[in-house]
């Protein structure tokens, strides 16, 4: 794929959704930790779902601490994997009351030391939370990168290099946003909605549908 091609492709989906985030909902840095550490394997619905009545009795990790890995586990056992995810949230919030001031750091290193947090993690928390242009390379961008043509790789590190590489700067600090949207709800897994589709003329994937 070209370049103006990848430019076209963003700069439209910059015009369809000029202030794309996260569907998942939290208030700081520590609440979209906390969000996206227990999203692996599960919806942001469900997640929303338990962080709702959760971030009313622990938003800070000394409150989480206070709260324990039972009483976390109340709050989360609706949402898949929840005993390792209740252990790695416990675990990393004492980190961050020991190490950070009970601050999430800034910083792609310091987050992916912490239990439960991998590189995806940590991307989303740096590009969400503290503005940088990063890329959480999920499903959704995975398939879409590799569907259209944008950025080609065999696994989620080459293809979020690629995507770094190629995408022009003005749209990197959005970009990944856009491109999980457009996975979830147009590029889906089973059967993309082409039709429907904002960047079909500029897609480059050969079996595309009607619909």
């Known amino acids: ?17 000029p202030h794309p985030t996260t569907e998942l909902a939290y ?13 692996a394997q599960a919806t942001d619905r469900s997640v929303n779902k338990a962080t709702e009545r959760l971030f009313e009795v622990a938003n800070t990790p000394q409150a989480m601490l206070e709260l324990g ?5 109340e ?4 949402i898949g994997l929840f005993n390792t995810k209740a252990k790695n ?11 950070y001031g009970g ?6 290193e310091a987050l992916e030391s912490l239990p439960g947090v991998g590189r995806k993690t940590a991307n989303v928390v740096l590009n969400t939370a503290f503005g940088e242009p990063t890329m959480a390379v999920d499903t ?5 990168a590799n569907r259209t043509g944008l950025a080609p790789g065999k696994t989620p590190l080459a293809v979020e290099k690629k995507l770094l590489k190629v995408i022009p700067e003005e749209f990197l600090q959005d970009a990944h946003h856009w491109l999980i949207l457009h996975g979830r709800y147009t590029c889906t897994a089973r059967k993309p909605r082409c039709g429907s589709c904002i960047i079909e003329d500029l897609c480059e994937y050969k079996h595309k549908t009607s619909d």
């Open 1 to 17: 794929m070209n370049r103006e091609k990848r430019r076209e492709i963003f700069a439209r989906f910059r015009a369809a959704n």
């Open 27 to 39: 208030s700081s840095p520590f609440e979209l930790l906390i969000a996206v550490i227990l999203s």
């Open 69 to 73: 890995e039972g009483g976390l586990k």
């Open 75 to 78: 709050y989360i056992k609706t």
């Open 89 to 99: 949230i416990i675990k990393t919030c004492q980190i961050l009351v020991e190490k």
């Open 103 to 108: 601050e999430v750091p800034r910083d792609r």
């Open 140 to 144: 959704h961008i995975f398939r879409v």
